[in-house]
């Protein structure tokens, strides 16, 4: 397994900087996304299993070591175009393989929709993308979308920090089935995430609509001239079997489900995801 340090990037969109680590190997480069509320610490298990391969792990504006410029919407819609500034930038000419897990679903699905050619692969891991019966979403992110709620629930967070990090242990942890991988990578999250706060908001708020407004296109995904893999763990009590297997129906694909592993995939059953990518 691989072990040699990331190359860091800070691509320039808006005038706010966007943080790219990069691992040198062989095209198509993989590209990996994260959703909320975490960053590309998500893919610190699953790195190593892609030895072989250029790898682009990127933390979208507001989280991680990217900018966090206030008032910045922080929209999906956003996210496909800071996605289409790092490949701009990193990755202009080689078609890139396209992991996207979470809330980077939507933006990774819309790029791909937008510029096929520029995509030899798209992996969907415990995602959504399109309003449906089927979604269960996590109590955390019910609380600070739904109106009204969340103006109370950021109220709570700012003023009692204890009770913010407890949610975020008890919803995040939850992510997680691997206890020696939760212990370590629950903690180091909520460090970062407390200084992204905003920006988990700003993309809970927006969620309802992302959702209603993808429902429309989603005609469109059993014509995308892109191979897809859809790739679950099994035991995700939020985005679980029935999202997976109508998410790969979109497309037109089977979906892969794997066994013991929870809503963070790639930290609980890293091998068996990398083996999925590489496939």
């Known amino acids: 397994m691989r072990s040699d340090t990331p190359d860091v990037h800070t691509v320039v969109h808006l005038g706010h900087g966007i943080h790219v680590q990069e691992y040198a190997g062989d095209d198509p480069p993989v590209v990996l996304l994260h959703g909320f509320p975490d960053n590309l610490r998500l893919y610190d298990r699953l790195i190593p299993h892609l030895e072989s391969r ?28 800071e996605l289409a500034a790092v490949l701009d930038a990193l990755s202009p000419a080689a078609p890139v393989v396209l992991v996207a897990h979470d809330a980077s679903g939507p933006p990774a699905v819309d790029y791909a929709l937008l510029h096929p050619a520029r ?61 020696s991988a939760r212990a370590t990578l629950v903690p180091a999250l909520y460090r ?30 059993a014509r995308l001239p892109v191979p897809v893999r859809v790739v679950f763990g099994a035991r995700d009590p939020y985005l679980g ?27 609980d059953a890293p091998a068996a995801v990398a083996e999925q990518i590489l496939a």
């Open 54 to 81: 250029r790898v682009l792990a990127v933390d979208f504006l507001g989280w991680g070591a990217s900018d966090k410029p206030a008032g910045y919407p922080r929209t999906a819609h956003d996210q496909t175009a």
């Open 119 to 179: 995509v030899a692969a798209l992996v969907l891991l415990n995602t959504y993308y399109a309003v449906s019966r089927t979604l269960r979403a996590p109590e955390a992110v019910i609380l600070y979308s739904t109106p009204g709620l969340r103006r109370v629930a950021r109220a709570v967070a700012r003023r009692v920090p204890r009770l913010d990090r407890a949610l975020f242990t008890w919803q995040v942890g939850r992510f997680v089935r691997d206890a």
């Open 192 to 221: 970062d995430f407390v200084a992204a706060r905003p920006a988990f908001w700003r993309l809970t708020a927006d969620l309802p609509s992302t959702l209603r407004d993808r429902r429309r296109r989603v005609p469109d995904l």
């Open 241 to 267: 079997p029935r999202v997976a297997r109508e998410l790969a129906g979109w497309f037109g694909v089977e979906p892969v489900l794997v066994p013991n592993a929870g809503h963070y995939v790639q930290v």
